[in-house]
């Protein structure tokens, strides 16, 4: 693995990582905010997965949380979604976002991919989740298979990359 420098308040190389989920996620109740879930590691550097939602850093900066959700709703009516961010279970201040999710139509279910970055300022053992909450429960976090005509690659329910930005000054 790279070295990292903090001695200078710069990186040799900056801690990242990469996560993604190949998984459908479900929501039971429309007060309820879940967890979003991964279930793989792509690459990571000094930023990484437990829990299988909390993205942990282990050193002290600002970094970049950088997401896309692949939403579903099978319902014939547009429903909302709210995402948001939490830092050690605490959610944090104006990181939400509304999206609506088109309604199913001519026999097709209505998709949208909820991207957005967040810039975070954490400590040493800090991690991040992300939450959803829906509307109606049509409407849900999907993985979609490899397909072909043409032959295109899978689609993850949920990719996630997180990169240090900045140190924080003391």
């Known amino acids: 693995f790279p070295s990292h420098d903090m001695t200078g308040g ?10 993604s989920s190949e998984s459908d996620q479900t929501a039971a109740s ?20 437990s829990n299988s939602s909390r993205l ?7 970094y970049n949380l950088q997401f896309s959700i ?9 429903h909302d979604v709210d995402v948001w961010a939490a830092i050690n279970g605490t959610n944090v201040s104006n990181s939400n976002s509304r999206f609506s ?3 199913r139509h001519g026999g097709v279910d209505g998709h949208l991919i909820a991207a957005l970055n967040l810039f975070l300022s954490m400590e040493a ?14 409407v849900s976090v999907e993985y979609l298979a490899a397909a072909s005509s043409p032959t295109r690659p899978a689609t993850p329910s949920v990719i996630a990359t997180m990169a240090f930005v900045s140190s924080i000054p003391e």
Do not use: C, H, K, M
Not at 70 to 78: A, E, G, L, P
């Open 56 to 62: 942990n850093v282990t050193y002290r900066g600002i």
């Open 125 to 138: 053992g800090d991690y991040v989740e992300l939450y959803w909450a829906t509307t109606n429960t049509a």
């Open 10 to 19: 710069r990186f040799l190389s900056n801690p990242f990582g990469a996560f």
């Open 101 to 103: 999710v088109p309604n």
């Open 30 to 49: 429309t007060t309820v905010a879940y967890a979003i879930t991964y279930d793989a590691t792509d690459i990571d550097d000094s930023v990484y997965l």
């Open 70 to 78: 692949q939403f579903v709703n099978t319902d014939t009516q547009i």
